[in-house]
């Protein structure tokens, strides 16, 4: 590929639900743009941007892909990201990486889940947009009902500048809105045309709303608009780009990807309205004291570039896909990393066109490109030259929701298990492995159940080890109802010095769980001698890390050590601390024990429709509803749920609200667990135990 420079870049997102045929919208503009010799397909597992072997297996896209194509003497680098919400993170990256997005969905009349978080994405962080009706070839497609679902939902906005001729439901040719002509196609011909009769109408409707909305975008075009003069195509160019570059406009374009009709015209408004590169705004980044500093799309600046994601490719290594906001990079250049300090040297510089790294001698401001084998380099970092070193503030992935435990299938491999799991961690930001201290599990966290699936299967593909998933252990405690008194007598006589060691104490709750252990000396008279009283406190502590009915911490534990006795020969640190033992087994014992679990707080965010369903679930589930909030046109609703219950509550959620609803969960406090649950769970542990 030449060089190009940033008013020739266009760097455009392919987003919305899954299954809208995004991957296939990109094969089809690679292939017409001359970048592959056949157009592949998704039920095939031959498409560019869908590579990875469990891409192929599910027929889904699951990390965003790069597909740069060259068209009419422009640059577009297509990021073909995934529409189902477990890679949500990868969807993030692609709109850091993008200029402006493409939003597909399909003609079906509706405005899909996926579509809409797209816009809504689109419109909080000021991306440009327009919207791709596909499959408009399909039986019982109905593009003018879609372009009407949009308009109800985006008002406005929404502004169609291409319709579809259907004959005998088939897609034969389409209407360019701007300009008032027809296209028909003809194999691989197009033919100009007068629009038909029975698409008039329709036409001649949607272009009144494509000039009333390009006037609306600039001052002069609204006088000229009002005074009743004829807006010129360059007027409505320039009035539509305007508008589409303030986020105003969202064109609507037509196609039908999989056979291939309409993408060459697509992609000729791709480079006649979406803005590029060097219309974009400039970047902010801060300098080692913290201070702001403006960087500006320009070639002859000093380099500076953001790292947007990490692949970890087994054959060639690392790869860092990064994004030149300033400057101009050239292969086997030394580049700083502004987060780590260290120097990098660019040796392996390229472009990605799916997992093919095409070599560049060169790539300029406004650019995609990629690095091999940077040694200190993740994503989220800030690359630039010495003589201009700054940093992007940190990108803000969606936290993981979904937590499960995960082990080697086969004894032996745990190392290699966990140490593939990190190099995936490397390339997916919301994929988080942590170790649970209290009962060692290592916890796989991610968007949701098909997400974990998917590292754990990269585990074999990429690092030729197993990984096994299952629910992690809960942390559940132990506590006293009610005080007892208890002795520990420790006596042993075995030639030499014997072991003697003798308490007294009293056990009881702590009230409101206002500590998990207090001890207390109220010995008097020396019947246990100062030097051994450390030593019975030590012992306690020491056995509440197990407690007598499943094995957990006991919690909210008052131990009071009130009378013993002791032997003047015989007794030593050690049978004092055996004896505590010995009166913590026996008394807690008696106290009634119960076994505790943890209660989470639980806030969920939802579409009104939704109230009845979920409080239902949260109810099912032994959730207490604390209260509810309207907030941003969706309801919050708050309550305290058991942690044994909420595992794989992001899928359920995601299910009952066609993943519409969030949710987010902190730890709150521990309550008694049912007496019905208990009883399993302390069998179950103690099956475990025997184990």
């Known amino acids: 590929m030449k060089v190009y420079h940033p008013q020739d870049i266009f760097n455009i997102a392919v987003v919305g639900h899954g299954g809208e045929g995004k991957t296939t919208l990109v094969e089809a503009m690679l292939f017409d743009s001359g970048a592959t010799e056949r157009m592949g397909r998704v039920e095939d597992g031959n498409t560019t941007t869908d590579y990875d072997g469990e891409e192929v297996k599910r027929q889904i896209s699951i990390g965003l892909a790069l597909a740069p194509v060259e068209w009419k003497n422009k640059k577009i680098n297509l990021i073909d990201a995934p529409g189902y919400f477990d890679f949500e993170g990868e969807a993030v990256a692609a709109y850091e990486l993008c200029d402006s997005a493409l939003i597909v969905l399909g003609a079906n009349g509706t405005v899909p889940v996926g579509a809409q978080k797209a816009y809504d994405y689109c419109a909080k962080h000021d991306i440009p947009r327009a919207f791709v009706v596909n499959q408009v070839d399909k039986e019982h497609a109905d593009y003018m009902k879609t372009v009407a679902a949009l308009g109800t939902k985006y008002t406005s906005a929404v502004t169609a500048v291409q319709m579809p001729i259907m004959k005998e439901g088939k897609f034969a040719g389409m209407i360019d809105i701007i300009g008032m002509k027809a296209y028909l196609f003809d194999g691989t011909n197009v033919k100009e045309s007068d629009i038909p009769a029975e698409c008039a109408d329709d036409a001649e409707a949607l272009r009144e709303t494509l000039v009333e909305n390009a006037a609306g975008n600039d001052e002069e075009l609204m006088e000229k608009f009002f005074d009743g003069q004829e807006l010129s195509t360059q007027d409505i160019l320039k009035g539509l780009r305007e508008g589409i570059l303030q986020g105003g406009i969202a064109p609507v374009f037509v196609s039908a990807a999989a056979p291939n009709i309409g993408v060459k015209e697509l992609m000729d408004e791709i480079v006649m309205l979406m803005p590029n590169a060097a219309e974009m705004p400039d970047a902010e980044a801060l300098d080692a004291s913290g201070n702001p500093v403006t960087l500006k799309i320009d070639p002859a600046a000093p380099f500076v570039a953001h790292v947007l ?43 990605m066109r799916g997992k093919k790294l095409i070599n560049e001698s060169e790539l300029e401001a406004g650019d995609i490109g990629a690095v091999a084998k940077l040694q200190h380099t993740a994503t989220g970092d800030t690359l630039c030259s010495a003589s201009c070193v700054v940093k992007f503030p940190p990108i803000v992935f969606p936290e993981p929701c979904i937590c499960l435990a995960v082990g080697a299938k086969k004894k032996g491999e745990e190392e290699k298990v966990f140490s593939g799991l990190h190099r995936l961690e490397d390339e997916d930001p919301t994929f988080k492995l942590v170790k649970d201290t209290e009962t060692g599990d290592m916890l796989a966290n991610g968007m949701g159940e098909m997400h974990l699936e998917v590292i754990n299967n990269k585990l074999k593909s990429k690092f030729n080890v197993e990984g096994e998933l299952h629910d992690p252990r809960i942390p559940y405690r132990e506590a006293i109802k009610k005080a007892v008194k208890a002795q520990g007598k420790h006596k042993k006589q075995s030639g030499g010095h014997g072991q003697y060691g003798d308490v007294w104490i009293e056990f009881s709750p702590v009230p409101d769980g206002l500590a998990d252990f207090i001890f207390e000396d109220k010995i008097v008279g020396g019947v246990v001698p100062r030097q051994y009283i450390p030593a019975v406190e030590k012992g306690l502590k020491e056995s509440i890390q197990k407690g007598v009915l499943a094995g957990y911490p006991v919690v909210g534990l008052k131990c009071t050590l009130y009378d013993g006795s002791y032997h003047t020969v015989d007794s030593s640190e050690m049978a004092f ?7 913590f087994k026996k008394g807690v014992a008696e106290a009634n024990p119960v076994l505790l679990e943890p209660i989470m707080k639980v806030v969920v965010t939802i579409p009104d429709e ?18 509810m909030n309207p907030i941003d046109g969706m309801q919050e609703v708050t309550a305290e749920v058991p942690q044994s219950e909420l595992f794989k509550y992001a899928t359920d959620l995601r299910s009952m609200t066609q993943a519409r609803g969030t949710f987010r969960q902190t730890f709150e406090r521990y309550e008694e667990v049912p007496a019905q649950m208990a009883g399993k769970i302390i069998e179950q542990a103690k099956k475990d135990m025997e184990e």
């Open 610 to 627: 939704y109230m009845g369903d979920i409080i239902g679930d949260l109810n099912r589930r032994r959730g207490r509803i604390l209260g």
């Open 309 to 351: 994601k990490t692949i970890a490719d087994p054959f060639v290594g690392k790869l860092s896909v990064i994004k030149i906001v300033q400057g101009t990079l050239k292969s086997d250049m030394s580049i700083v990393n502004a987060n780590t300090g260290k120097t990098e040297k660019c040796s392996g510089l390229g472009v």
């Open 577 to 583: 601390k055996v004896a505590a033992n010995l009166a």
